[in-house]
């Protein structure tokens, strides 16, 4: 699939993302934004999926641990055609299938529901150590914030996935340096990322998260190092908001919703940049 596709499908995400945050008057549209690209090469680059059989036992399996980013994952499951891109307008309302954070359970497409942080991780690398137990034959994909990297169970998980070389498995930091209430280097420094994940025992790889020749070429790596028994932790550079100029790199966008004025420039932005990819 080439640059411009992915670029296109990328900017629509990031539209929904938005559509999804305005109707429902909550939600996290910052860090959403920021994974946007990441999510958009996964599921339409990447993974071995099939959304007319979501649960088919030899499919990829992806988790979002940092499942405040539900906006991000509803929208790229939507648009994959696990279920109508309009009820993206029902994130968040009583009775809607699309909760704040994924429900497995519920939402066609979702592999573990989340919202805890940590806790996803360790699920990931629990669905990975299964292929080596049972004739299944997959790959696991985990989105961490960089925030989240805070909590101690995130080096738990990635101690056992080192140690046991499970290999099937790709971390993937959506590094854009903002949490809740400021910057992740201020309040609780998780840095240097990269040589943690490396004395786990992990192959690690430095991109820009809004590259796709960038992401194409670590995912590729990935692979190669599953060969060599190690897993792999890709550091996504992000900004937080990516592509709404406003929301860009302002940690007041962490979970705050746009207002109608708010929600119509964001729309013309993501219109007037559609018309510039080539």
């Known amino acids: 699939m080439d640059n411009v596709y992915l670029k296109k499908l990328a900017n629509e995400l990031r539209k929904n993302i938005v559509t999804a945050t305005y109707h429902a008057h909550s939600g996290h549209p910052g860090g959403s934004l920021s994974a946007a690209d990441i999510l958009t090469y996964l599921y339409f680059e990447e993974m071995n999926i099939n959304p007319d059989k979501p649960r088919w036992i030899n499919r990829d399996r992806f988790v979002l641990s940092k499942g405040h980013a539900a906006p991000a994952l509803y929208s790229v499951l939507a648009m994959?055609?696990?279920?109508?891109?309009?009820?993206?307008?029902?994130?968040?309302?009583?009775?809607?299938?699309?909760?704040?954070?994924?429900?497995?359970?519920?939402?066609?497409?979702?592999?573990?529901?989340?919202?805890?942080?940590?806790?996803?991780?360790?699920?990931?690398v629990g669905m990975a150590l299964a292929?080596?137990?049972?004739?299944?034959?997959?790959?696991?994909?985990?989105?961490?914030g960089d925030g989240e990297l805070q909590e101690g169970q995130i080096w738990e998980a990635?101690?056992?996935?080192?140690?046991?070389?499970?290999?099937?498995?790709?971390?993937?930091?959506?590094?854009?340096?903002?949490?809740?209430?400021?910057?992740?280097?201020?309040?609780?420094?998780?840095?240097?990322?990269?040589?943690?994940?490396?004395?786990?025992?992990?192959?690690?790889?430095?991109?820009?998260?809004?590259?796709?020749?960038e992401l194409r070429t670590a995912f590729k790596e990935a692979r190669q190092w599953t060969e060599k028994g190690m897993p792999t932790a890709i550091i996504a550079h992000s900004v937080k908001g990516k592509g709404i100029s406003f929301m860009e790199n302002q940690v007041g966008w962490h979970g705050k919703a746009p207002n109608e004025e708010e929600y119509k420039q964001a729309l013309a932005e993501l219109a007037a940049a559609r018309k510039e990819i080539k």
């Open 80 to 124: 994959k055609g696990y279920f109508p891109v309009d009820d993206l307008k029902t994130l968040r309302h009583i009775d809607s299938y699309l909760q704040g954070h994924p429900d497995m359970k519920h939402t066609p497409g979702v592999d573990m529901s989340t919202g805890s942080l940590g806790q996803g991780f360790s699920a990931a």
């Open 158 to 213: 990635a101690m056992f996935a080192g140690s046991h070389k499970i290999s099937n498995l790709t971390v993937i930091v959506d590094n854009n340096n903002l949490q809740i209430d400021g910057k992740v280097s201020d309040i609780c420094s998780p840095y240097p990322i990269a040589e943690k994940f490396a004395a786990f025992n992990f192959h690690t790889v430095e991109v820009n998260a809004h590259d796709f020749d």
């Open 131 to 144: 292929t080596y137990k049972a004739d299944v034959h997959y790959r696991v994909y985990a989105l961490l």
